[in-house]
């Protein structure tokens, strides 16, 4: 399984979690953004050339409103990408967040 595939000039980056899967879901959000920062500069890209964003909640109900003020702190207003937020059973019960982005390289 590949982090980060790059085809013509799309940036595709696989599904991103925290490091620490302990750490409530402001932190595992804000953690698993600067992951996705760290791997778009490594392809040459940035947070203002994603295009789509899927955000994964493993309880949509509860850490919903939590989760998109730290979303809407990181995304560039003038750039924002299109995004889909759903509740998905993730693969470890502690994970809260994944979240998989597109982007122009």
């Known amino acids: 399984m590949s982090a980060t595939v790059i085809h013509k000039q799309t940036v595709y ?3 991103q979690v ?8 402001r932190e595992q959000t804000t953690t698993t ?26 309880d949509i109900d509860n850490d ?3 989760m998109n003020e730290v979303w809407d702190s990181w995304v560039p207003e003038e750039s924002a990408p299109v995004r889909t937020c759903v509740e998905a059973h993730m693969a470890r019960p502690s994970v809260l967040v ?8």
């Open 18 to 25: 925290a490091e620490d899967v302990t750490a409530d879901i």
């Open 64 to 66: 919903f409103a939590s």
């Open 33 to 58: 953004l600067n992951k996705i920062d760290l791997l778009l500069k490594e392809t040459g890209s940035t947070r203002e050339n994603i295009l789509s964003a899927v955000l994964y909640l493993r």
């Open 98 to 105: 994944e979240i998989t982005v597109i982007a122009a390289s």
């Open 13 to 15: 980056l696989s599904g």
